[in-house]
């Protein structure tokens, strides 16, 4: 994001387009994730670790690029942060776009649905005719759109083209969809969903800011937050039951999941037929609102265990940042004591000047 921001704020101040800029930090955040999805999709490397190591090459360019001055002066650049449309601010106005955009594109094309059967179950996923090598390309691609868009208007928002800029943020973009309902083990999440813990994740800074709690114990309360949602989301899933695509009896005749026997086919009356490759998947919800239930109790317990953490580090805060209260309430013979010792100086006698009368 900072790469991309910082691009977008070189490229205005170059030529004055805002055009040019946006398009600029597009194009380095598509360039960055064109690569990490060539070493996810095509090279099989664990995406964590092509991200993350993405993130230090990205944050050193930018500190390379700009020999870690930040660029000040920004000029009109700031409208697209700071401006208003009407009564409306920009920055609002594109995350309703943006939202409504990527909500039409994950439910209602078959993209989005490729995207949950490849981020559910990819064996299976290949199995069924997706090619996932071509829609974790498309995945990685339209994140880097965003995150382009994100950088100019992080840039836009704090006046200046700041190398540094996003350092923790990788933790925000993690805990606000798990929040929200989105499983870390892919496959379950709604961009609703992801929203809405965004906007839990801000209020909750808010109000800590508010109490008075430290960064340094906000981060803490995210990472406890990341930690109960996950293991949350992982309990939930132990046991789960799970659904035969096919099997074989005895006989050979081929029974689907919940069905009749039927007569075998073609390849079932080979005797070469190899029975290992019959699968299963994990049961899904059966119902939308099962589902949409279980997302809901997912982001409440977050959330009830986030303000609970919240409270009790605010409590903790509050009792510790009095220095003077602990130490003179609990030592009243102490205070006596000085003030006796105080009592018992020896007052200065006058000076003979000041006894002498007329």
């Known amino acids: 994001m900072a790469f991309a921001g910082v691009v977008a704020v070189m490229v205005y101040k170059s030529t004055g387009n805002m055009l040019l800029a946006l398009l600029g930090a597009i194009a380095i955040g598509v360039l960055c994730n064109l690569v990490n999805a060539f070493m996810v999709a095509t090279l099989r490397t664990p995406a964590f670790i092509v991200t993350l190591g993405m993130m230090l090459i990205a944050r050193g360019a930018v500190l390379e690029l700009t020999q870690g001055q930040n660029i000040l002066q920004l000029g009109d650049f700031i409208l697209i942060g700071q401006g208003n449309l009407g009564w409306l601010p920009i920055p609002v106005l594109i995350l309703i776009i943006v939202t409504i955009v990527v909500w039409y594109l994950m439910n209602q094309t078959r993209y989005g649905r490729a995207v949950y059967a490849v981020g559910g179950n990819e064996e299976a996923a290949r199995a069924a005719g997706i090619a996932v090598e071509r829609v974790k390309y498309q995945a990685f691609l339209v994140n880097g759109v965003l995150v382009g868009i994100a950088g100019a208007i992080f840039m836009s928002r704090v006046n200046a ?64 937050i ?17 659904t035969t695509i096919l099997k074989s009896d005895a006989k050979g005749a081929t029974i689907a999941a919940g069905g009749r026997a039927s007569s075998p086919p073609q390849e079932a009356r080979n005797p070469q037929l190899d029975r290992t490759n019959l699968t299963t998947i994990p049961a899904t919800p059966k119902t939308h609102e099962e589902s949409t239930m279980k997302t809901l109790t997912r982001r409440i317990i977050a959330l009830g265990a986030a303000a609970v953490t919240a409270i009790s580090l605010a409590g903790c805060a509050v009792t510790t940042g009095n220095p003077t209260t602990g130490a003179t309430a609990a ?15 020896r007052r200065p006698t006058p000076s003979p000047r000041g006894s002498r009368t007329r």
């Open 161 to 224: 083209g700041l190398p540094n800029a996003g350092i923790g943020y990788e933790l925000q973009a993690i805990t606000a969809p798990i929040i929200g309902g989105t499983s870390f083990s892919g496959g379950v999440g709604t961009v609703m969903g992801t929203l809405a813990g965004a906007l839990i994740v801000g209020v909750l800074g808010n109000i800590m800011n508010l109490i008075g709690i430290g960064s340094y114990i906000q981060q803490i309360v995210m990472g406890s």
């Open 331 to 345: 030592s009243p013979k102490r205070r006596m004591s000085t003030a006796s010792r105080t009592s018992r100086v």
């Open 226 to 242: 990341i930690v109960v949602a996950v293991a949350y989301d992982v309990f939930s899933k132990r046991g789960k039951a799970k």
